[in-house]
């Protein structure tokens, strides 16, 4: 098993272009998240998503947008990058919901960097 | 408003030593409470806790929760440098069933 994978690795974008973070899983994960990193405030959540088809918002949801057309994939798409969004972006993967004490499986992480 | 909040937010012992890492949360509809550790890169799973008072152990690590009191311990005995990392605590609940994570506390241990 790959696990979680998320490509790229690194990335750097000018201010108002737009992109998309890949996410993909191997373990017919139902539940999949996405999360971002910055110093001090720990992991926040931005959108996830139940089951192929339904997605929702997590606390930081401006500015990204998701949707989940198969159960393995689940990409982050930036619409207008903002220096805001600088930050190191983790897809997680479970069997059911994070809330629910279901382990998480963390991808390597995207750093992306906004000029 | 439901928080978690670790302490310390970080610490240096020497090899050797022994830790305690804290996590005290408030948040409605407590399901779980989790540990992560986090090198350089992705965290990666430690422990769940769900019942107050029962200890979970994996080598030199372990941890309780106390649901009365709200918050939870990890201990780490006789620390080697490869213990240096972020640990996070998540806890599983909230008005929307999520995980809230706490801010972490960066571990650093000396040889």
């Known amino acids: 098993n790959a696990g979680v994978t998320q490509t790229p690795k690194f990335q750097v974008l000018k201010t108002g272009q737009s992109m998309t973070l890949q996410c993909a899983q191997d373990?017919?994960?139902?539940?999949m998240s996405w999360y971002r990193q910055d110093p001090g405030m720990g992991l926040r959540l931005i959108h996830y998503?139940?089951?192929?088809?339904?997605?929702d918002q997590g606390e930081v949801p401006n500015g990204y947008n998701v949707s989940r057309s198969t159960t393995e994939d689940f990409p982050l798409r930036l619409l207008s990058a903002a220096p805001s969004q600088t930050s190191v972006y983790f897809c997680?993967?479970?069997?059911?919901?994070?809330?629910?004490?279901?382990?998480?499986?963390f991808g390597p992480g995207t750093r992306l960097t906004v000029t | 408003e439901d928080k978690v909040v670790q302490s310390p937010l970080s610490l240096v012992v020497h090899e050797g030593d022994t830790v305690t890492l804290n996590c005290s949360y408030e948040v409605t509809n407590f399901r779980s409470l989790l540990w992560y550790k986090q090198e350089k890169k992705a965290p990666t799973f430690l422990f769940m806790l769900?019942?107050?008072?029962i200890e979970k152990k994996s080598g030199r690590l372990s941890s309780i929760l106390d649901k009365k009191e709200l918050f939870s311990i990890l201990n780490i005995t006789a620390t080697q440098t490869g213990d240096s990392a972020v640990y996070l605590c998540?806890?599983?609940?909230?008005?929307?069933?999520?995980?809230?994570f706490g801010t972490g506390t960066l571990l650093a241990v000396q040889p």
């Open positions: 373990m017919n994960h139902e539940y």
């Open positions: 997680a993967s479970s069997y059911g919901g994070g809330g629910l004490g279901y382990e998480q499986y």
């Open positions: 769900t019942s107050s008072g």
């Open positions: 998540a806890v599983g609940g909230g008005a929307t069933n999520k995980l809230i």
């Open positions: 998503s139940v089951g192929a088809g339904i997605t």
